[in-house]
């Protein structure tokens, strides 16, 4: 209302966007900053070690010919295109996780700050407000981008300023920035589909993982009939681009184009959908429960069930993949010392594939916790939601309510963990032709990380539990986990920092002998952060 006129004034569509902006990093004040320090720094630490793992002109020459004759490797990682030099390594080795951990990064910051937002209330209190119809989108838009673009800034200073090619770092920034605006039009189309912000998470992530796929498929068959399905992929633009090997910039169009294209395509079906609604609306339910919703670990598992199955088939899929690549470990490394210290510094010291295998159950391990604070934190979600209050206002006490969502935190890591040990030992065990001793060795690996996990989810318990204002802190956690478990070894640190993680005080199995004592603590100080963490929570106030 216009106080001088008494007329009403319509407000613009992105009126407010500025302040939702200044909001969503607000929020987000612990969280992008990891992103960020995790994905713009990486790159230029593992150039710093290419010489030391590859000394000789003949130990380059003999990995680059390896890896562009090993179909299995291109999977993983992409083409080799020149392993000759720091940067070309740098590229083939990381460029393709940092498009993969960037698409999450858009996927997941898009969504909290939009659909997640109607979810909760929140969306519809800022929205009777003078707050244009496409602020909110706008300003997810804004954030998610302008980090991609910021993490690919660093790459590029970061990159140049450690001594390589200034064209190539600008290629490997540009690279990982436009995959990171082509995930957040792709978000940014998947809030307006769904009608809830799990289901917009699940379909970006399904388009992410299928791009994956097709781009793993087609770098696998490089040179063959199927070679030119890596095209079709987002994730194979960026590595198309061939950052410091004779770089193609027109590549980056591709990128671009797209990215303009779909976040169109987003912004046009945003007026066709009701507030809190989707384009795909879900039919009314029953009158009356089923009788499989009488109690709370049926509803537990009615809000977990897709996501467990998610992750289940995303670490089948891995699985897999790390196992077929096992026996050709010795490729990647060649003759390189360095290189077999650093495998058995993260995963064991008996034999190069035992230290690969082991290195690949800690690292199952560590995702696994993502999952596991995941479903720990969807307590906090549902009383943000204000769907807590009006359960425990029944039979259902808080303590019976918790121990439901927590047996998918607890269960569900030793599930997907389990999954991922039985399809890498499989995979590796018919490579070899011994499928049971495989599965043994690899299983004993995935399960002996089960305790590192459950102290993260313990503690990602107890923060719910003492301090649910900042339960963003567990995130930070699980990346500085991930940053220690990667960078690492890689970088040499210290030991003492090494320590910091609860993964390095697990045995390297396969590879090293079996001790309980470690795990033994692990499980104790899990058991002492998840008490407290439920205790406190029978104490304080809802929501």
């Known amino acids: 209302m216009n106080r001088h006129t008494g007329t009403t004034t319509k407000a613009g569509p992105n009126v407010g966007t500025r302040h939702l902006v200044r909001l969503a990093l607000r929020r987000d004040r612990i969280i992008l900053p990891l992103w960020i320090l995790l994905l713009g720094i990486m790159p230029a630490s593992t150039a710093g070690t290419f010489e030391q793992l590859y000394p000789t002109m ?18 993983l990682y992409g083409p080799a295109f020149d392993l000759s030099t720091a940067g070309g390594f740098v590229a083939w080795r990381l460029l393709g996780f940092m498009a993969v951990f960037i698409a999450l990064m858009a996927i997941f910051t898009v969504t ?108 696998a068959n490089a040179g063959g009939d199927l070679g030119w399905i890596s095209w079709l992929s987002p994730l194979g633009w960026p590595l198309q681009l061939r950052a410091f090997a004779d770089e193609r910039w ?40 089923a009788p499989t919703l009488n ?23 891995s699985g897999l993949m790390m196992g077929a690549i096992a026996n050709g470990i010795g490729d990647i490394i060649g003759d390189s010392e360095q290189g077999r210290q650093m495998f058995e510094r993260m995963g064991g010291s008996s034999g190069m594939i035992n230290a690969f295998l082991a290195a690949m159950t800690g690292m199952f391990g560590m995702i696994a916790a993502i999952y596991g604070v995941q479903a720990t934190l969807r307590m906090r979600a549902e009383e943000v939601a204000v ?40 995979a590796h065990g018919l490579q070899v032709g011994d499928v049971s001793g ?53 970088l040499q640190l210290p030991q003492v920092l090494l320590d910091l993680s609860p993964f390095t005080h697990v045995p390297k199995i396969p590879g090293s002998e079996f001790t309980a004592a470690p795990l033994a603590w692990l499980i104790a100080i899990a058991a002492v952060a998840l008490a407290a963490g439920l205790t406190a929570f029978r104490r304080r106030d809802i929501g």
């Open 58 to 75: 003949a130990e380059r020459a003999g990995l680059t010919s390896a890896m562009q004759a090993n179909p299995s490797i291109a999977v």
């Open 112 to 219: 909290r700050h939009t659909r997640a937002e109607e979810d909760t209330g929140r969306g519809e209190l800022l929205g009777s407000t003078v707050v244009g119809r496409y602020a909110m989108l706008t300003a997810a838009v804004i954030v998610a981008g302008g980090t991609s673009v910021l993490i690919g800034l660093i790459q590029i200073v970061t990159l140049a300023g450690s001594g390589l090619p200034m064209a190539g770092s600008l290629a490997f920034g540009l690279a990982t920035a436009t995959t990171g605006l082509v995930f957040t039009a792709v978000s940014a189309v998947a809030v307006q589909i769904a009608e809830y912000s799990r289901t917009a998470n699940s379909i970006s992530s399904a388009v992410l993982g299928a791009a994956f796929l097709i781009r793993g498929v087609g770098d």
């Open 250 to 289: 027109w590549a980056l169009g591709l990128s671009l184009v797209t990215a303009v294209v779909v976040g169109a395509v987003g912004y046009k079906l945003l007026p066709r959908r009701d507030f809190d609604a989707g384009i795909l609306r879900g039919k009314p339910g029953p009158a009356t429960a």
């Open 295 to 317: 109690n709370p670990l049926a509803l537990a598992w009615r809000l977990h069930r897709g996501s467990l199955i998610g992750w289940s088939v995303g670490f089948a899929v």
């Open 387 to 426: 769907r807590v209050e009006p359960l425990l206002a029944t039979r259902v006490s808080r303590l019976s309510w918790t121990a439901s969502h927590l047996t998918f935190a607890f269960l569900g890591t030793a599930l997907i963990t389990v999954i991922a040990g039985f399809t890498t030992g499989l």
């Open 438 to 490: 495989a599965l043994g060795d690899v299983l004993a690996g995935t399960l002996v990380q089960l305790p590192a996990v459950w102290l993260i989810v313990g503690v990602a318990a107890a923060i719910f539990g003492l301090l649910p204002k900042y339960t963003a802190a567990a995130w930070g956690i699980v990346l500085a986990v991930l940053l220690l478990g990667w960078l690492g070894p890689a």
